[in-house]
């Protein structure tokens, strides 16, 4: 198999893994609130790329307070983050989806594993556990310690800004417009050095094909 082929082949493979969710699985009320499945994600911004399974995973871990929920609540709107009123938290939908991607969101704000390692131990987040109740039970400390990888690589992926506080529907909407901006641009690029090129490639080819004529004299 010849490299151009695998690589076509990835790129189908990749685009099919990128293929948005059905727009009839997708709805929207009046409060701006949007439906996957018949399941409200909230403000969510990526719900064209869910699976209506995963939502409904995602569902029961944030109705049962699973770990995960208790690090999204923990992070969205920490004191030291000082935002103005009227701010909207990051869908925990949305949340849920970066996080088991697990790429790098925002490369500004990302930090390498030692940074973010030391994030996690600043935030005493082994002491937070010992003495977090759900539905006024204490939880299993043991089993949500298992999230401080997770907690850790959400720093490495660029989640968590400066201030200390969970990246804000604004935040991801503003990164959305720039990710479609770029994209924008280098189609325009690239169609613009197709205009060029083509004569080139054109008149190339013509005299290939007069060479072989030749040749074939």
């Given at each position: 198999?010849?490299?151009?082929?695998?690589?076509?082949?990835?790129?189908?493979?990749?685009?099919?893994?990128?293929?948005?969710?059905?727009?009839?699985?997708?709805?929207?009320?009046?409060?701006?609130?949007?439906?996957?499945?018949?399941?409200?994600?909230?403000?969510?911004?990526?719900?064209?790329?869910?699976?209506?399974?995963?939502?409904?995973?995602?569902?029961?871990?944030?109705?049962?307070?699973?770990?995960?929920?208790?690090?999204?609540?923990?992070?969205?709107?920490?004191?030291?983050?000082?935002?103005?009123?009227?701010?909207?938290?990051?869908?925990?939908?949305?949340?849920?989806?970066?996080?088991?991607?697990?790429?790098?969101?925002?490369?500004?704000?990302?930090?390498?594993?030692?940074?973010?390692?030391?994030?996690?131990?600043?935030?005493?987040?082994?002491?937070?556990?010992?003495?977090?109740?759900?539905?006024?039970?204490?939880?299993?400390?043991?089993?949500?310690?298992?999230?401080?990888?997770?907690?850790?690589?959400?720093?490495?992926?660029?989640?968590?800004?400066?201030?200390?506080?969970?990246?804000?529907?604004?935040?991801?909407?503003?990164?959305?417009?720039?990710?479609?901006?770029?994209?924008?641009?280098?189609?325009l690029d690239r169609a613009h050095i197709y205009q060029?090129?083509?004569?080139?490639?054109?008149?190339?080819?013509?005299?290939?094909?007069?060479?072989?004529?030749?040749?074939?004299?």
């Open positions: 198999m010849t490299e151009t082929k695998k690589n076509n082949e990835n790129l189908v493979e990749s685009v099919k893994s990128e293929q948005p969710v059905e727009e009839k699985k997708i709805q929207y009320d009046k409060y701006g609130h949007t439906y996957v499945g018949g399941i409200n994600v909230a403000n969510s911004v990526l719900a064209d790329k869910f699976s209506e399974e995963d939502v409904v995973r995602w569902k029961g871990i944030l109705e049962s307070r699973g770990p995960l929920t208790t690090v999204f609540n923990r992070i969205c709107f920490p004191p030291s983050s000082n935002l103005p009123s009227g701010t909207m938290s990051m869908s925990f939908y949305d949340f849920m989806y970066l996080v088991e991607k697990g790429d790098v969101v925002n490369p500004q704000h990302a930090l390498n594993a030692a940074d973010a390692k030391q994030q996690v131990e600043n935030g005493n987040w082994s002491t937070f556990f010992k003495h977090t109740t759900v539905y006024g039970k204490n939880v299993n400390a043991a089993e949500y310690m298992k999230s401080l990888p997770t907690i850790q690589r959400i720093y490495e992926m660029g989640l968590v800004k400066p201030n200390g506080g969970l990246m804000t529907f604004d935040d991801m909407t503003s990164l959305l417009q720039q990710k479609k901006d770029e994209e924008q641009k280098i189609r060029v090129e083509k004569p080139v490639m054109e008149m190339n080819t013509s005299e290939k094909m007069k060479q072989g004529y030749r040749n074939s004299i």
